[in-house]
């Protein structure tokens, strides 16, 4: 079946880093558009970031530009979403979200993964 499994989220100080995770299954991942979208308590679930199936574009957020990198690696059905100098508004919970690229409305979320932002 369908998996998409995020990790590596946490508690950070601002200014610090993570690296957030998403193990694909059940699908064929070179087929998908990959993102990162993130809620945070009482909003919206917003994008953060997006990477094409071949991974050769990406486009992010004003919010995060130039602090997240978004990346794939289609050998090992992963994507990753590297987070520097994080602030305090950047604290939400993390989704994972495949979207075919050969048809409009089919896609998959992920369970998602807390971070948090504190000192």
């Known amino acids: 079946q369908v998996q998409l499994v995020e990790s590596g989220g946490g508690l950070v100080q601002p200014g610090g880093s993570l690296r957030l995770s998403c193990a694909a299954s059940?699908?064929?991942?070179?087929?998908?558009?990959m993102s990162w979208y993130r809620q945070a308590p009482g909003k919206e679930r917003d994008l953060v970031a997006r990477i094409t199936s071949t991974g050769g574009s990406t486009n992010y957020a004003d919010s995060v530009k130039g602090r997240f990198t978004i990346s794939r690696d289609n050998a090992k059905n992963m994507v990753y979403l590297q987070m520097n100098s994080l602030k305090p508004e950047d604290t939400a919970v993390y989704y994972c979200?495949?979207?075919?690229?050969?048809?409009?409305?089919?896609?998959?979320w992920g369970q998602g993964t807390q971070v948090t932002v504190s000192s």
């Open positions: 059940g699908f064929t991942f070179s087929n998908y558009h």
């Open positions: 979200k495949a979207d075919y690229a050969l048809r409009i409305g089919i896609y998959y």
